[in-house]
C-alpha cells in the first residue's frame, strides 16, 4: 500500500515540520499529564469517599474502558469528517469543565454525579485521541514516523510517573478538589498550545494539514456510511488486519496483567499492596529507558520484526510472572515486560499509520479502538474469574496461552511483510 503520512513535511519544510511537531508533542504531553493526574485522583478520592467500596471501583474500571467501546467508532468517523483542531481543543475545553465539575463534586463528597462527570471526561478523551492520531502523520514524514512516535511512548511512560505523583503531592498537601482545580488548567494550556499549532501551520506555505477527510460529496452519505467506509479499508486491506489481529492477543495479555498483578502481590506472596507501588515504579523505569532507545533505533525497515520480536518478549515476561516463586523474580518478569513494551508500541503504531489511507486514519483507528477496548474488558472479566477461582499466577500464564497465535501472526504474516519491504 502507498505510504499516505507527511503531508505536513513536504508542504512547511523540515524544520517547520519539526517546530509544528514541537507544539503537537508538547501539547499532547500537557494532555496526558492531566489524564495520568486526573486517574490518580478520582481512584483516591471515590475509594475514600466510598469506604473502600468494591463495587464503586469496578464502575471506575469499566468506566476507563467502556467509552472507548462504545464511542470509538463515531470517534473516528469525527476525526476524518470534522476539523480536527476543533475537535482536540474542544476535547480539551470539555475536560476543563469536567475537572471543574469534580472540584466542585469533591467539596460535598458527591459521588454519583462524579461519576457522571468521569464518564464524560473519558468518553471525550476518545475523540481526542482518535483525532491526534489522524492528525500526527500529516506533520511528519514517513521516514521520521517511528522516531516520532518514540517520542511518544517515551512521553507517554514519563506521565504515567510524573502525573500521578504530583497527584499524589497535591492530595497529600491540599485536598481533592484543588487536585481537581490543577488538573482543569493542564487541559486549558494544553487547548492554547494547539491554538498555536494551527497559527504556525497556517502561516506557513501550502495547504493547512487539518481537513484531508472526505469532500463534502463523499460526507453525504452520512456518519454511518463513513464508518462503513473504514470497516471496508480494514477488510479489503490484509496489512491492516494482520497488524490488528497481532495485536488483539496482546491486548488481552495487558488487560490480565494489570488486573492480576495486585493479587499476586497480596495474596500469592502475602505482601502487603504497597508493595505494588514498587513493581509499578520499576515497571516505569525500565519502560521510559526502552522507549528512549526504541526511540534512537526505530527504522522504517525493521519495524514489523521489531514488533514480532517484542511480543515475544512480552509473552516470555508472562510465563517468567506465572511461574515466579517471589517478588524478586516476579519484578525480573515486570522488568523484561516494560522492556519489550516500549518497542511494540512504537512498532504497531508506525506501522500501523504508515498503512492507512490519509482520509481514513480517524476511522479506522476508531474501529481498532471499539475491538480494542472490547477485548480489554474481556481480558479483566477472564482475569477477574481466574483470580476468584483458581490462582492469580494462572492469569499470567493463561493469558500468555491466549496470545500465543497473535505472536505466531506476527512472525508470519507482520515480520515477513516488512522483511520483503525492506528487501
Given at each position: 500500500m502507498t505510504v499516505h503520512a507527511g503531508l505536513g513535511a513536504d508542504r512547511a519544510g523540515k524544520g517547520e515540520s519539526r517546530g509544528a511537531f514541537g507544539l503537537f508533542y508538547t501539547s499532547f504531553l500537557v494532555s496526558a499529564m492531566g489524564d495520568a493526574f486526573r486517574l490518580l485522583a478520582v481512584n483516591v478520592w471515590i475509594f475514600k469517599a466510598t469506604s473502600g467500596s468494591t463495587g464503586a471501583r469496578l464502575l471506575v474500571?469499566?468506566?476507563?474502558n467502556l467509552p472507548g467501546m462504545l464511542l470509538g467508532g463515531l470517534s473516528g468517523v469525527i476525526a476524518d469528517r470534522y476539523d480536527k483542531y476543533n475537535v482536540l481543543i474542544v476535547s480539551d475545553l470539555v475536560r476543563t469543565g469536567v475537572g471543574l465539575g469534580l472540584a466542585w463534586c469533591a467539596?460535598?463528597?458527591?459521588?454519583?454525579?462524579a461519576l457522571v462527570l468521569i464518564a464524560v471526561g473519558n468518553g471525550v478523551g476518545v475523540f481526542f485521541n482518535s483525532s491526534s492520531f489522524s492528525l500526527l502523520p500529516r506533520l511528519v514524514s514517513a521516514e521520521r514516523l517511528p522516531r516520532a512516535n518514540g517520542f511518544m511512548e517515551t512521553g507517554q511512560w514519563v506521565v504515567q510517573i510524573v502525573g500521578p505523583s504530583l497527584a499524589a503531592i497535591t492530595l497529600a498537601t491540599g485536598s481533592a478538589s484543588l487536585a481537581f482545580v490543577v488538573d482543569s488548567a493542564s487541559f486549558v494550556v494544553s487547548a492554547?498550545?494547539?491554538?498555536?499549532?494551527?497559527?504556525?501551520?497556517?502561516?506557513?506555505?501550502?495547504?493547512l494539514p487539518v481537513d484531508a477527510g472526505p469532500g463534502e460529496d463523499e460526507k453525504s452519505g452520512g456518519h454511518w456510511a463513513d464508518f462503513t467506509d473504514g470497516i471496508g479499508v480494514v477488510r479489503r486491506n490484509k496489512d491492516i488486519r494482520a497488524l490488528l489481529l497481532a495485536s488483539y492477543g496482546i491486548a488481552f495479555l495487558t488487560a490480565c496483567t494489570s488486573y492480576g498483578l495486585i493479587f499476586v502481590v497480596a495474596r500469592t506472596f502475602a505482601l502487603h499492596a504497597s508493595a505494588l507501588g514498587y513493581i509499578y515504579s520499576l515497571n516505569g523505569a525500565v519502560a521510559v529507558i526502552a522507549a528512549v532507545l526504541a526511540t534512537a533505533l526505530a527504522k522504517q525497515a525493521f519495524l514489523g520484526r521489531l514488533m514480532a520480536v517484542s511480543m515475544l518478549g512480552l509473552c516470555v515476561a508472562q510465563v517468567v510472572m506465572g511461574v515466579a516463586p517471589n517478588i524478586y523474580v516476579l519484578a525480573v518478569g515486570v522488568a523484561v515486560s516494560a522492556l519489550a513494551n516500549a518497542p511494540y508500541n512504537v512498532s504497531v503504531t508506525s506501522l500501523y499509520m504508515s498503512r492507512i489511507p490519509a482520509a481514513y486514519l480517524g476511522r479506522v483507528e476508531g474501529i481498532d479502538t471499539m475491538i480494542d477496548n472490547f477485548i480489554s474488558v474481556c481480558g479483566f472479566v477472564a482475569a477477574s474469574v481466574i483470580v476468584l477461582w483458581w490462582n492469580p499466577q494462572a492469569v499470567f500464564l493463561i493469558s500468555a496461552a491466549v496470545a500465543l497465535p497473535s505472536l505466531v501472526l506476527a512472525f508470519t504474516q507482520v515480520a515477513r511483510e516488512g522483511a520483503a519491504r525492506a528487501g
Open positions: 474500571v469499566l468506566l476507563a467539596l460535598d463528597s458527591r459521588t454519583v454525579p492554547v498550545i494547539l491554538r498555536s499549532l494551527r497559527r504556525v501551520l497556517k502561516a506557513a506555505p501550502g495547504p
